[in-house]
């Protein structure tokens, strides 16, 4: 399913806006955008949902969660999540589950 009036594919416009693109296919994707309204809408929309998935990710301030989250987050980076970023659960919402 290819839109010859794109010369950028939507998979390249997700790729450059997670900054996986090779930097000749990055400008290419750039100078796209910069052109065509159809494909800054589709950045934006992107844009959106990657803001919104990680809004949901940091909303949980179950404790439980938390160290569910810092410990599989430690698994995977090595890092002392919990340590770092302890006493960040700011906003209401705890105790719902
Ligand atoms: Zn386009």
Same mark, same amino acid.
């Given at each position: 399913?290819?839109?010859?009036?794109?010369?950028?594919?939507?998979?390249?416009?997700?790729?450059? &806006?997670?900054? =996986? +693109?090779?930097?000749?296919?990055? !400008?290419?994707? @750039?100078?796209?955008? #910069?052109? $065509?309204?159809?494909?800054?809408? &589709?950045?934006? =929309? +992107?844009?959106?949902?990657?803001? !919104?998935?990680? @809004?949901?990710?940091? #909303?949980? $301030?179950?404790?439980?969660?938390?160290?569910?989250?810092?410990?599989?987050?430690?698994?995977?980076?090595?890092?002392?999540?919990?340590?770092?970023?302890?006493?960040?659960?700011?906003?209401?919402?705890?105790?719902?589950?």
């Amino acid at each position: 399913m290819r839109n010859d009036s794109h010369l950028v594919e939507q998979e390249e416009v997700m790729a450059y &806006l997670d900054g =996986e +693109l090779p930097v000749e296919e990055a !400008a290419r994707a @750039a100078a796209h955008l #910069e052109a $065509c309204h159809q494909c800054q809408a &589709l950045a934006a =929309e +992107l844009k959106d949902v990657s803001l !919104a998935l990680t @809004a949901w990710e940091i #909303e949980p $301030c179950n404790p439980q969660v938390r160290a569910d989250m810092a410990t599989a987050l430690e698994e995977q980076t090595g890092v002392d999540v919990v340590g770092a970023g302890g006493g960040r659960c700011t906003a209401g919402g705890g105790g719902v589950t």
